[in-house]
């Protein structure tokens, strides 16, 4: 097999930055080396089938994105992005793996779902993929589903607190998912928001004609996040399922799993670039129709209120577990204009996928997180989140060959005449700078982005069987 030698370069994990070197053969890391080493009896930057110079750059992980929604079908369309599209996007950022969702609507056998997700990606991404199962018909053959799915590599499960009518679930139906998931020691995803008291408030909000995307936000306030998080884990609580709560975007409700956490319970916390970066006032806020952009569920968060600070303090102690995307793009152009005149008709989503690894570095730049914890967030926690490490997520002998070359001392500017792959004719993040760049990204041993030019291809991702989560308290 043909060998790949990364020297010269900063190899960050979730502990320490240190000068090493990498040594790969075939799709493997087969050995991390101190710089000079001769313990393989080799020079290997002549020896090297191919040598990568990481000289004044850092080392990391392929990132690992634990939310996305490749082709998602929602409000009466799909998101944009193809697993193929998604995928290549994910790699020019620096994501080597991604875990989309196979979705059940009420009528439909999980298992059938799931095959269908299967048949969409197969043949078709650019990096490795694997797939959590959305439940949104709780019965007697979604439970017994639940069971069987875990041992093909489907570890983990959402359920709906919103969205009466398509993917809700009442109390009674999550506390019988959870249930089944406490059996299996599959991990309970949610999302969480009141969707019974929130489609009033937006019922209500339509009636005045307060129908600007500003108003999405308006209708799903913190409150009703923050007491459906509390009944999340209350629930979990009372089942001893592990509960992890998707893209948490309201202080309060991060308080709440900050204190369960506190108390011992298995419950995780997930956020998004979104929510540490934009804002209701900002965004959602634009002029005219602007703002539909920006609407996704959960919402943008008020400045004023201090949401955003929060939730990167919450980074810092550990209580925010990962940052995902919830990569769910949608084009304005015959998409998200389908809401003029009525936001509750705007599909919810954003396209993220190609910035999380720039935009969190960022962080690192402003001093809001460490070099570390960059790692941990983006790459290493999601890994073990989901049941992929030590062959995700870390570079050690033994794991995939998934590396990323990040350049602190380059620049990247985002925009979609600028960075931008994904299949939308926006970007949310257009106009930020970031202090940093993403030179190479190697995926399983093969270098599929190098010097701003492109060498991937549809197919070369493969699915990744999960084993439980390994982030259990």
Request: glycine share 10%; proline share 4%; aromatic share 8%.
């Amino acid at each position: 097999m043909a060998t790949t030698f990364v020297h010269g370069g900063t190899v960050v994990s979730t502990t320490v930055a240190q000068e090493l070197d990498v040594l790969i053969d075939g799709e493997t890391i087969v050995a991390v080396l101190a710089p000079g080493s001769v313990s393989l009896a080799a020079d290997l930057k002549t020896s090297a089938d191919t040598v990568v110079d990481a000289t004044g750059k850092y080392v990391i992980p392929g990132g690992v994105d634990g939310h996305t929604h490749m082709e998602m079908p929602f409000g009466g369309t799909f998101a944009s992005d193809t697993f193929e599209t998604g995928t290549r996007a994910a790699a020019w950022g620096g994501t080597t793996t991604i875990v989309d969702f196979a979705i059940q609507t009420p009528g439909q056998r999980v298992q059938d779902t799931l095959a269908q997700w299967h048949e969409k990606a197969a043949g078709q991404c650019a990096v490795d993929y694997g797939f959590h199962q959305i439940i949104g018909d709780v019965t007697d053959d979604s439970l017994k589903a639940m069971s069987e799915l875990v041992s093909e590599g489907v570890t983990s499960f959402k359920l709906f607190m919103a969205y009466p009518g398509v993917f809700y679930s009442d109390d009674g139906k999550i506390l019988r998912a959870m249930q089944s998931a406490a059996e299996t020691g599959a991990l309970l995803m949610m999302h969480a928001e009141n969707g019974i008291a929130i489609d009033v408030l937006v019922a209500q909000s339509i009636a005045r004609g307060d129908t600007a995307p500003y108003f999405h936000g308006t209708s799903r306030p913190w409150q009703l996040e923050e007491e459906a998080t509390h009944r999340a884990i209350m629930l979990a609580n009372v089942t001893g399922a592990p509960l992890y709560v998707v893209h948490v975007s309201a202080k309060q409700a991060l308080e709440q799993i900050a204190q369960a956490r506190g108390n011992g319970q298995n419950v995780f916390a997930e956020t998004c670039p979104q929510y540490l970066y934009l804002s209701l006032e900002e965004q959602l806020g634009a002029p005219g129709f602007e703002g539909a952009k920006w609407v996704c569920s959960t919402p943008l968060r008020s400045r004023a209120e201090g949401h955003q600070d929060e939730l990167w303090r919450y980074l810092r102690t550990g209580d925010v577990a990962t940052v995902s995307t919830d990569h769910c793009p949608f084009c304005m152009k015959d998409q998200k204009e389908m809401g003029i005149g009525d936001f509750s008709k705007i599909p919810n989503g954003i396209g993220s996928v190609e910035h999380r690894i720039d935009l969190m570095f960022q962080g690192v730049k402003s001093g809001k997180i460490t070099l570390e914890k960059w790692v941990d967030v983006c790459c290493t926690t999601p890994a073990r989140m989901f049941g992929m490490y030590p062959k995700k997520g870390v570079i050690s002998p033994g794991a995939d060959a998934d590396i990323v070359i990040y350049d602190p001392n380059g620049h990247t500017s985002i925009g979609v005449e600028k960075t931008h792959h994904m299949n939308m004719d926006y970007s949310a993040y257009e106009g930020f700078e970031i202090d940093g760049h993403v030179d190479t990204v190697i995926s399983r041993g093969r270098i599929i982005v190098d010097s701003g030019s492109y060498s991937g291809t549809a197919g070369h991702g493969r699915f990744v069987r999960r084993d439980l989560s390994q982030n259990l308290i």
